[in-house]
């Protein structure tokens, strides 16, 4: 497997992350654990004695990060033989078995709290992702992720988001343009924000990779009445965000952009965002919007419990 593909199919927004970028992580990972050897195995346990130690549930969520850890197990020690049980994605309770491994007892050993550390944030995030989502199913509203993620973790908090249910969002700064508050300041209002924006990709595509930059989505994010008017008159974006709207202002914004379609002829994706909580999503979605941001996806998710014991 030269390279690692996360999909989310809801968005059709794909991260590939190439296999040596995840090798280097994790030789980072155990950098940071062993450095120059687990003196508490070593003291104890012979080094050519076999084993065998299995990852146990012990928490109801969404499974992630199975294919992460056996690549982590491939990296530490390649001998090593998985049997798995369960895969990314499935739905999980206390007591259930993943997946059992087999191999030297002081591999085993080391990789264990790494392993743990990236399977139970994945598998927290995923779950989080999950219960934001299954609020708003019937809505035909989509919950997104941000940026608000982990340094150096981004690409697999994000694939734990699309296991859960949830949909990804750029994935960084290189691959749509959402022009922020801060941007409209900086360039001096809404018209001349989006018009850089869209004669700056315009300008990319004609020094070559047309495909890419003409297909780049804009975004802008909007604080009030005025500003959605302005970007709609524009003809520019592709996506309006609603920023700190309340619900019912939501409602508002929504019918105008839709009556703007009605005249334009064309689908405008609408995006609420701003301190949505897991008791307030449904009322957003309900408004018809599109979609529905939530930096608590991958910044205040409450990590899976699980352990990885021995098997006598």
């Known amino acids: 497997m030269e390279k690692k593909q996360y999909l989310c199919t809801k968005s059709q927004i794909i991260i590939l992350m190439d296999r040596q970028e995840l090798r280097k992580l994790i030789a980072i990972w155990f950098e940071e654990d062993i450095r120059d050897g687990d003196h508490t195995s070593l003291s104890c346990i012979p080094a050519a004695q076999m084993g065998c130690q299995q990852l146990i549930i012990k928490d109801t969520g969404v499974l992630a990060g199975v294919e992460v ?8 020690d390649p001998e090593c033989r998985v049997e798995q049980f369960l895969h990314d994605g499935d739905h999980v309770k206390p007591g259930d078995v993943a997946f059992k491994v087999y191999g030297k007892e002081l591999s085993l050993l080391q990789i264990e709290r790494t392993m743990l550390n ?7 995030v995923a ?26 973790l981004r690409y697999l908090e994000k694939e734990a988001v699309a296991l859960g249910g949830g949909m990804n969002h750029r994935i960084g700064l290189f691959d749509m343009i959402l022009l922020k508050d801060n941007h409209v300041d900086f360039a001096g209002g809404i018209t001349n924000a989006l018009t ?13 990779d047309a495909e890419r930059f ?21 003809g520019i974006p592709d996506r309006i965000m609603l920023d700190n709207f309340t619900p019912e202002k939501t409602r508002e914004a929504v019918e105008m952009i839709r009556e703007w379609e009605r ?12 301190g949505i909580t897991i ?12 979609f529905v941001s939530v930096g608590a996806l991958t910044h205040s998710y409450k990590s899976l419990d699980m352990s990885f014991k021995a098997v006598k």
């Open 263 to 274: 005249s334009a002829g064309r689908h405008m994706e609408i995006e609420s965002s701003g």
């Open 69 to 76: 850890a056996k690549e982590i197990i491939n990296y530490f």
């Open 279 to 290: 008791d307030t999503i449904r009322s957003y979605a309900e408004q018809g919007v599109d």
């Open 196 to 208: 850089r924006a869209r004669d700056y990709l315009n300008a990319k595509a004609a020094e070559g």
């Open 127 to 152: 779950t989080t992702a999950h219960r934001y989502q299954s609020l708003i199913e019937d809505t035909g509203c989509h919950v997104l992720d941000t940026r608000k993620t982990t340094p150096g």
């Open 118 to 124: 990236i399977m139970q944030r994945m598998s927290g």
């Open 214 to 234: 003409l297909n780049m989505k804009i975004e802008i994010e909007v604080r009030n009445f005025d500003e959605i008017r302005e970007a709609l008159a524009t």
